[in-house]
């Protein structure tokens, strides 16, 4: 833990939007590891007590001494009256967040334009871009008036990249990519640190959503290439927050070896 210098983690609260899976589950342990608070939040409560029972232990093994105080809450991000209601759910010392992770999102099919169904392209909006925009607003002021605070959004290289079959999806990546620049400009005069992590391929669930369950189609995704894990995209993420307060990540894009571009793999090697 010392490369990320775990010190300046210690006591922080972190909240994690898609804390149930992938990404944001690993980034909730490793922050745990680090002596840090967490409020985490997706719609799968099961899954969200099994990240923090695995939080907790270890926040244990870590033997620090502050953080550790973990607080679930079964949230859609896409729901208005759900976001406005989270601080009801959250105990009070736990309601000045330091670092907001961004990260509930995904991919809904690989549909050409003019095939796309409509509750996909809602779906990917209002949750790549709409839930993080909320979730964004909802801490912004509290970050303003403590004069702290540090944003970090989940990109993706198809928010740098366009690819067939990816119309929305890139689309919708390339608005938080907008997004998040946009607000780095905005608190240029102030401590507030802004991320953008743009991962390449990572396996999680999430091309399991993206091909609607079939599972064969997801893992054809990954065949012949050693992909990113969660924890790898996690390490960044903790990474970038454990900087010293004046270093601001503003973007990582970060890429398995073997993937050069969205479209670009080599596949000659074994995972
Ligand atoms: N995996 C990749 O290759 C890759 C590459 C680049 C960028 N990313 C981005 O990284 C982020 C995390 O993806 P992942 O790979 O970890 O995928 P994942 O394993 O499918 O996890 C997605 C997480 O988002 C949550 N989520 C989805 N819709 C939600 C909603 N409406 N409200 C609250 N939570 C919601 C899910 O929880 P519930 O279902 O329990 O709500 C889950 O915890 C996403 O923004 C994704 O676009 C992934």
Redesign the pocket.
């Known amino acids: 833990m010392s490369v990320f210098t775990a010190s300046r983690l210690l006591g922080k609260t972190v909240l994690i939007?898609?804390?149930?899976?992938?990404?944001?589950?690993a980034t909730a342990v490793l922050f745990a590891k680090g002596g840090s608070n967490l409020i985490l939040?997706?719609?799968?409560a099961d899954?969200?007590e099994k990240v923090a029972e695995a939080a907790y232990a270890a926040h244990r093994a870590a033997s620090v001494q502050q953080g550790g105080q973990i607080v679930t809450v079964q949230?859609?991000?896409?729901d208005g009256s759900q976001v406005a209601a989270l601080w009801s759910k959250v105990p009070p010392g736990l309601r000045a967040v330091d670092i907001l992770v961004n990260?509930?999102?995904?991919?809904h099919g690989i549909d050409r334009v003019g095939d796309i169904q409509e509750k996909d392209v809602d779906t990917m909006f209002?949750?790549?871009v709409l839930?993080l925009i909320s979730l964004t607003q909802l801490l912004i002021k509290d970050f303003k008036s403590r004069n702290a605070g540090h944003i970090i959004n989940?990109?993706?290289?198809?928010g740098r990249e366009p690819y067939a079959g990816g119309s929305v999806y890139c689309a919708s990546?390339a608005a938080v990519r907008a997004f998040t620049a946009s607000l780095l400009r905005e608190v240029v005069d102030t401590p507030i640190r802004v991320t953008e992590i743009?991962?390449?391929?990572?396996?999680?669930?999430?091309?399991?959503?993206r091909y609607r369950g079939d599972k064969s189609a997801a893992d054809k995704v990954y065949e012949g290439i050693r992909?990113l894990t969660?924890e790898d995209?996690a390490e960044e993420i903790v990474w970038a927050a454990a900087r010293p307060p004046h270093v601001n990540i503003a973007e990582v894009f970060v890429l398995p070896v073997n993937q050069a571009s969205a479209t670009l793999t080599f596949r000659g090697g074994s995972k």
């Not at 949230?75 to 896409?78: A, E, F």
């Not at 991962?199 to 959503?209: A, H, R, Y």
């Open positions: 939007t898609g804390a149930s899976a992938g990404i944001g589950a939040l997706a719609r799968r899954q969200l949230l859609d991000v896409t990260n509930a999102g995904g991919a209002a949750t790549n839930g989940l990109g993706s290289i198809a990546k743009q991962p390449g391929m990572v396996e999680t669930e999430f091309s399991l959503v992909p969660a995209i």
